[in-house]
């Protein structure tokens, strides 16, 4: 997973003063780092973010080339990207520094405020959901058609332990494979909106960070952030503020959400087995966010 350069504070240090002199005497402290980048808070408005797997570094060169043009356009604070730095003899990939978006992951400090949450996420849906250009990047995994991820759900769903729970997973799945699929055109997408990908403050989201997998496609990929952010029973109140997603469309939403609890229990199982790759919280946030898509089914 990781890339053959150790991190730490004097390798980040000496990176900026040979890149960036005039940010090296801010305060440096790493945080809460995401899949594919190390993270260093530099200041008290600005980050530092390092690649540290294979393929971070390209998923930072599309940050940079594509987020800086989005970012006004959203009503919540994104890392939008300010500097770059360029390989060096120490640390030969390229790396960036982007704005500090404050709070708390959502997969440690969960929404308590659902209906001013469901609020500000279709709003900051409703937003990034603008077409995108023909050149605006694909992703091979995100706002795709679901039936081309059939293989992957198969090999999660064991990870859900109860037979019921796997069967009524495995019916939801179906039902959005088989959903009349988007006809509209490409429109951006986070990618990647899960628990750890947002922030709260004051039990409620403020700001969307991550946007490694940002790509154009199928809105349906994002909205399964009603359940995977929101608390149980907000996902309507969502839906009614973000204002036209069809049935079809929330059918296929419920199938990402899906997909995406099976890969949050997959890197909570890597955790509880000591294994690469890990995230204590993960697992709780997969659990609990299945259990929300599944009540929906049966709720308006």
Same mark, same amino acid.
């Given at each position: 997973?990781?890339?053959?350069?150790?991190?730490?504070?004097?390798?980040?240090?000496?990176?900026?003063?040979?890149?960036?002199?005039?940010?090296?005497?801010?305060?440096?402290?790493?945080?809460?780092?995401?899949?594919?980048?190390?993270?260093?808070?530099?200041?008290?408005?600005?980050?530092?973010?390092?690649?540290?797997?294979?393929?971070?570094?390209?998923?930072?060169?599309?940050?940079?080339?594509?987020?800086?043009?989005?970012?006004?356009?959203?009503?919540?604070?994104?890392?939008?990207?300010?500097?770059?730095?360029?390989?060096?003899?120490?640390?030969?990939?390229?790396?960036?520094?982007?704005?500090?978006?404050?709070?708390?992951?959502?997969?440690?400090?969960?929404?308590?405020?659902?209906?001013?949450?469901?609020?500000? #996420?279709? &709003?900051?849906? =409703? @937003?990034?959901? +603008?077409?995108? /250009?023909?050149?605006? $990047?694909?992703?091979?995994?995100? *706002?795709?058609?679901?039936?081309?991820?059939?293989?992957?759900?198969?090999?999660?769903?064991?990870?859900?332990?109860?037979?019921?729970?796997?069967?009524?997973?495995?019916?939801?799945?179906?039902?959005?494979?088989?959903?009349?699929?988007?006809?509209?055109?490409?429109?951006?997408?986070?990618?990647?909106?899960?628990?750890?990908?947002?922030?709260?403050?004051?039990?409620?989201?403020?700001?969307?960070?991550?946007?490694?997998?940002?790509?154009?496609?199928?809105?349906?990929?994002?909205?399964?952030?009603?359940?995977?952010?929101?608390?149980?029973?907000?996902?309507?109140?969502?839906?009614?503020?973000?204002?036209?997603?069809?049935?079809?469309?929330?059918?296929?939403?419920?199938?990402?959400?899906?997909?995406?609890?099976?890969? #949050?229990? &997959?890197?909570? =199982? @890597?955790?509880? +087995?000591?294994? /690469?790759?890990?995230? $204590?919280?993960?697992?709780?946030? *997969?659990?609990?966010?299945?259990?929300?898509?599944?009540?929906?089914?049966?709720?308006?």
């Amino acid at each position: 997973m990781s890339t053959d350069v150790e991190i730490d504070e004097a390798l980040v240090r000496s990176l900026l003063r040979e890149r960036h002199p005039d940010l090296a005497e801010l305060a440096l402290r790493p945080v809460a780092s995401g899949w594919d980048n190390q993270l260093w808070r530099l200041g008290d408005e600005l980050a530092v973010r390092l690649p540290r797997t294979p393929r971070a570094p390209a998923l930072l060169r599309k940050e940079w080339d594509w987020l800086p043009r989005l970012a006004p356009l959203l009503p919540l604070p994104v890392p939008t990207p300010v500097r770059r730095g360029g390989p060096t003899a120490r640390f030969p990939h390229n790396w960036t520094i982007v704005t500090w978006v404050p709070g708390e992951p959502c997969d440690g400090t969960p929404v308590t405020r659902g209906r001013d949450a469901a609020e500000t #996420l279709a &709003g900051f849906l =409703r @937003a990034l959901h +603008r077409e995108a /250009p023909a050149d605006a $990047p694909a992703g091979a995994d995100r *706002g795709v058609p679901l039936a081309l991820l059939t293989e992957g759900f198969e090999a999660g769903l064991p990870l859900v332990a109860s037979p019921g729970v796997a069967a009524e997973a495995r019916a939801v799945w179906e039902k959005a494979v088989t959903a009349p699929a988007w006809a509209g055109p490409r429109v951006w997408l986070h990618g990647d909106l899960h628990p750890a990908n947002a922030v709260t403050s004051d039990g409620t989201l403020s700001g969307v960070i991550d946007f490694g997998e940002l790509c154009a496609g199928d809105p349906a990929t994002d909205l399964a952030a009603a359940w995977l952010l929101l608390p149980e029973g907000a996902h309507s109140h969502f839906f009614e503020a973000y204002g036209h997603a069809d049935e079809a469309t929330i059918h296929r939403a419920r199938g990402w959400a899906v997909r995406s609890c099976l890969g #949050l229990l &997959g890197v909570g =199982r @890597a955790w509880d +087995r000591g294994l /690469p790759g890990g995230q $204590p919280t993960w697992g709780h946030a *997969g659990r609990t966010a299945l259990d929300r898509v599944l009540a929906s089914v049966h709720t308006p």
